[in-house]
């Protein structure tokens, strides 16, 4: 059955026998989870093909006693760990795919998979949770319903969670909560953050072919230049948000991919737009697409230029449960201490399909602190801070354990 955000909101329980212990089961599996870490940075793959990191994490499964299910998706690892006393079902997600980018870090466990990089923390995401695994297969005895382990391929750009959750991978049993872990730059190292409602955006991505006719450059007049009709369609899209959409909701538009001709003689005879919209509220991710059409009609019809217009919704909105944030804040700040919480001020306009689990779940993302000097996510500089480990496994754990004791 599902918990109340009431229950969830409740003080933290009495400290028990298990969380006294946790630390120091921390301190025994760190090395090993340090060492997981390591190389799965060294064998990253992209989206759902993810054979050898989902290799590696079923031998890790396997050495500590959990037997993983069939795979839905072909490189999922879900692994379900039972209590012996009957209790509510607790789910943690991990992402385990890769970016296609050439790493820089110069680091002695870098990729060796070229062009393939762990650029955004899911070996380190994989591994804490592995060791979350560890520690709670060691506290077995003290269970009150069940652990699931998630280790869900195709995080980035197919959102392949979506797909994982329509498959079945949250029933028999149904969460009654359900928690994520994302690195995250610019925090201090080891500390957790969070906010209830939207924590992250939904995100989509659309493709724009404007057809004219080519000519030669010295006599555009002859011409529908796909070009300049391109420019003006990027130009009228900067007025979606705030001219069509009011400035106070959450929104973006970019164009991030502009492409036309390979001569600098001629006037092609297309152009091609890529780019990528952001919201926080459902109605109005609805709306963008209607309005950038309606703009994109306008202009190439002023041009006398056509268009083709492709609109891909990939990502939902993430809304944190209220009551699962608090239930984190106490944790966070009873086992890290004070420091070991930081209250975020405003959502994040990049996606996630962790979404798709707290759609109709309780759930939470919370955000670990990867350091202020930390490289940006998605970039070749970028690799998961072994500091934050400890306090990343012991606040999973204890947030596991504290939400099966409310139940």
Wanted: hydrophobic residues 40%; aromatic residues 6%; charged residues 20%.
């Amino acid at each position: 059955s599902h918990l109340s955000p009431g229950q969830f909101g409740r003080v933290m329980t009495q400290s028990t026998e298990w969380r006294r212990h946790v630390p120091e089961l921390v301190e025994q599996v760190l090395p090993e989870v340090t060492r997981i870490r390591h190389r799965l940075h060294q064998i990253p793959e992209l989206a759902l093909r993810e054979q050898e990191t989902s290799a590696v994490i079923r031998q890790a499964l396997a050495e500590m006693g959990l037997q993983a299910g069939k795979p839905l998706l072909g490189t999922d690892v879900i692994a379900l760990l039972k209590g012996p006393q009957p209790g509510p079902n607790v789910t943690l997600r991990a992402d385990i795919d890769a970016l296609p980018l050439h790493e820089a870090t110069g680091l002695p466990y870098q990729s060796s998979h070229d062009g393939t990089m762990h650029a955004c923390g899911h070996d380190g995401h994989t591994a804490m949770l592995l060791g979350a695994a560890l520690v709670l297969c060691r506290l077995q005895a003290e269970l009150r319903g069940s652990v699931r382990f998630v280790f869900q391929p195709g995080e980035e750009v197919v959102a392949a969670g979506k797909d994982l959750v329509a498959a079945g991978a949250l029933l028999d049993p149904s969460p009654a909560a359900v928690m994520a872990l994302h690195a995250w730059p610019a925090l201090p190292a080891g500390v957790i953050c969070s906010r209830p409602g939207p924590i992250m955006a939904a995100a989509e991505f659309f493709k724009i072919t404007i057809r004219g006719q080519g000519g030669h450059g010295s006599r555009p007049e002859e011409s529908v230049d796909p070009i300049l009709t391109a420019a003006r369609v990027v130009e009228a899209l900067q007025s979606v948000v705030s001219r069509h959409i009011s400035p106070l909701e959450a929104a973006v538009v970019s164009v991030c991919r502009f492409s036309a001709g390979s001569n600098s003689n001629v006037i092609p005879a297309t152009a091609e737009l890529e780019g990528t919209t952001r919201s926080l509220n459902l109605e109005v991710g609805k709306r963008l697409p209607v309005v950038m059409e309606r703009l994109i009609r306008g202009v190439c019809e002023a041009m006398g230029a056509t268009y083709d217009f492709h609109y891909t919704g990939s990502y939902i909105p993430t809304v944190n449960d209220a009551g699962i944030v608090a239930l984190g804040r106490q944790v966070a700040e009873t086992v890290l201490g004070h420091d070991g919480w930081l209250d975020l001020k405003h959502p994040s306009m990049a996606g996630e399909d962790f979404a798709y689990y707290v759609r109709d779940y309780p759930g939470a993302m919370f955000f670990l602190g990867m350091g202020e000097a930390s490289a940006p996510l998605h970039s070749p500089q970028f690799d998961f801070n072994d500091t934050a480990l400890r306090n990343g496994i012991t606040f999973t754990v204890c947030a596991a354990l504290e939400a099966l004791s409310r139940g």
